[in-house]
């Protein structure tokens, strides 16, 4: 009876690790993000001993096909195979570790009901996280990009072109964060900032992931529209992103 229980307790999924604690002498909590069951918080036992199977598996950033068992308060890992291994590639870069750390941050604020589906959310860590170990294009821009989708997946996608507020159609020269991107000179609030034409066109590439735009972009501007993606995150979240902080913005 006690393995027929296990057994109908066991379960499947994807998840890419958002962070992890230690527990005890040799474990383990693992804090995922699944394809298929949203953020989840596990248990992986012994991961910390030399002779773990599966225990660099297990480190943030890292994707695998996982075997879990359902528990009252956690699950618990039970096998892990690696399908993304970009925890070293990154882990051995600061600039790149630091993006990735602000990348899962955001994930687990957006994803912080558990059970909840998070596929998309899921889909598009996964890629950003993928791109940045592979280098494709510059962290900072990988970051923007993933932020602004990630929010855009979660309700609160940005408008760069028509007013965010009325809809009149752009372009505009001020953007409001709580208003939801840029906004007409009627609707602009006191005290908005008027971003550079060039920044608000790399917002939008962003957005769209037209990385042609996006890389040919200046450093100015991309400074630029790290802060206004960082304000526009921080007025949705409703909190600091702490990870945020670190990132070297070249």
């Known amino acids: 009876m006690v393995q027929q229980s296990f057994a109908a307790r066991s379960y499947r999924d994807d998840g890419v690790v958002l962070r992890t604690h230690k527990l005890g002498e040799a474990d383990r909590i693992i804090t995922l993000l699944t394809k298929h069951h949203g953020q989840i918080r596990a248990v992986a036992k012994g991961v910390r001993r030399t002779s773990s199977k599966f225990g660099a598996r297990l480190e943030p950033f890292m994707v695998a096909d996982l075997q879990l068992v359902s528990g009252k308060t956690l699950d618990i890992v039970t096998q892990a195979v690696a ?70 997946t979660g309700g609160w996608a940005p408008s760069f072109t028509a007013c965010a507020r009325c809809g009149r159609p752009g372009p505009h020269t001020a953007f409001s964060a709580p208003l939801g991107g840029m906004v007409c000179a009627d609707c602009r609030p006191p005290g908005s900032p008027a971003p550079a034409a060039e920044t608000v066109m790399l917002l939008g590439a962003l957005l769209t992931g037209d990385w042609t735009t996006a890389d040919g972009s200046e450093v100015l501007h991309r400074r630029e529209a790290a802060g206004l993606v960082a304000a526009y995150l921080q007025w949705h979240l409703e909190r600091v992103l702490k990870s945020l902080k670190h990132v070297e913005r070249g």
């Open 83 to 152: 399908k993304g291994a970009y925890g070293s590639n990154i882990a051995a870069d600061y600039g790149r570790y630091t993006v990735a750390a602000a990348m899962t941050e955001t994930a687990e604020k957006l994803t912080d009901v558990d059970g909840e589906a998070g596929t998309a959310q899921y889909n598009l860590l996964v890629g950003a996280l993928a791109s940045l170990s592979r280098g494709d294009h510059a962290p900072g821009l990988i970051l923007d990009s993933y932020l602004l989708r990630a929010l855009a």
